[in-house]
T-cell receptor
Framework: GQQLNQSPQSMFIQEGEDVSMNCTSS?????WLWYKQDPGEGPVLLIA?????ELTSNGRLTAQFGITRKDSFLNISASIPSDVGIYFC???????????FGTGTSLTVIP | NAGVTQTPKFQVLKTGQSMTLQCAQD?????MSWYRQDPGMGLRLIHY???????DQGEVPNGYNVSRSTTEDFPLRLLSAAPSQTSVYFC????????????FGDGTRLSIL
């Protein structure tokens, strides 16, 4: 299957700091997604991207669909304690029939 | 409106036992899917269904069966449980196969001894 590499694997930041994480693939994707998972719950869709170069915001979250179509980026501004969780990227290839998920970035926000 | 409901939330099985993980959605979504989540592996697709009566294999289908007799329900069956199937299982649904997996259940945590 497709390999999506997310980095960093984990982050420990102070409340109020900005956060950046990214996701890269070996194939070209036509859709990029970002999810957040809280402990004991299923992933929740945060942002969906459909076009190369697209920049989309959802509150303090901003995600970008990379120009090469092989990467995507998620930024969180002015982090707060409730941002804690695992963030997953997911993507869909042009010819494929499923979404592939990254390995996740675990975010800890220190008050 | 309950969204996607998975039962049970936790289960411990012995090797060789069989069981069914239940998944139900009340949003009239056509597309439903099952994923497993393992540490360091992300979510991997097991099986999916694009509508009642239609199912297909995902990335890791071996050892699992599914059926879709109604739009609402999409059970996942483990035929003969193996320790390698210890994982957290998530069911997801979306309006159609062209939509991203939008609604996830809270997961079933399964341990095979």
């Amino acid at each position: 299957g497709q390999q999506l590499n997310q980095s960093p694997q984990s982050m420990f930041i102070q409340e109020g700091e900005d956060v950046s994480m990214n996701c890269t693939s070996s194939s070209i994707f036509n859709t990029w997604l970002w999810y957040k998972q809280d402990p004991g719950e299923g992933p929740v869709l945060l942002i969906a991207l459909y076009k190369a170069g697209e920049l989309t915001s959802n509150g303090r979250l901003t995600a970008q669909f990379g120009i090469t179509r092989k990467d995507s980026f998620l930024n969180i501004s002015a982090s707060i304690p409730s941002d804690v969780g695992i963030y997953f990227c997911a993507g869909h290839t042009i010819t494929g029939n499923q979404f592939y998920f990254g390995t996740g970035t675990s975010l800890t926000v220190i008050p | 409106n309950a969204g996607v409901t998975q039962t049970p939330k936790f289960q411990v099985l012995k090797t060789g036992q069989s069981m069914t993980l239940q998944c139900a959605q009340d949003m009239n979504h056509e597309y439903m899917s099952w994923y497993r989540q393992d540490p360091g592996m992300g979510l991997r697709l097991i099986h999916y269904s694009v509508g009642a009566g239609i199912t297909d294999q995902g990335e890791v289908p071996n050892g699992y069966n599914v059926s879709r007799s109604t739009t609402e329900d999409f059970p996942l069956r483990l035929l003969s449980a193996a320790p390698s199937q210890t994982s957290v299982y998530f069911c997801a649904s979306s309006y159609s196969r062209f939509d991203q997996p939008q609604h996830f259940g809270d997961g079933t945590r399964l341990s095979i001894l």
